[in-house]
């Protein structure tokens, strides 16, 4: 079984930077495609972005040039680096992981930007 565990969250005045952390245990194959989601007041889940075991990546428009993704494929850990923070990338962030039709979901960690 899969688990993902979600650290870095909390509260950060506009501009300012957070990082997420999101590690992964259990039976976990090496190709694989981890990313960060986002859900805000209207309770729909957002792509932030994604990074596959290859390295590639993908971001959602509105947090490009602003948004790093990046992952530790010994340590089965993926990082989101959040710079310019705006209030509108409040949300609750959480860490996923996919491989063939298993899709794994962390419990979720609060990011609140305050203008």
């Known amino acids: 079984q899969v688990q993902l565990v979600e650290s870095g969250g909390g509260l950060v005045q506009a501009g300012e930077s957070l990082r997420l952390s999101c590690a992964a245990s259990g039976r976990i194959f090496s190709i694989n495609v981890m990313g960060w989601y986002r859900q805000g007041p209207e309770n729909q889940r957002d792509l932030v972005a994604t990074?596959?075991?290859?390295?590639?990546?993908n971001y959602a428009d509105s947090v490009k040039g602003r948004f790093t993704i990046s992952r530790d494929n010994a340590k089965n850990t993926v990082y989101l680096e959040m710079n310019s923070l705006k209030p509108e990338d409040s949300a609750v962030y959480y860490c996923?992981?996919?491989?063939?039709?298993?899709?794994?979901w962390g419990q979720g960690t609060q990011v609140t930007v305050s203008s």
């Open positions: 990074i596959t075991s290859g390295q590639k990546t």
């Open positions: 996923n992981l996919r491989v063939g039709s298993l899709n794994v």
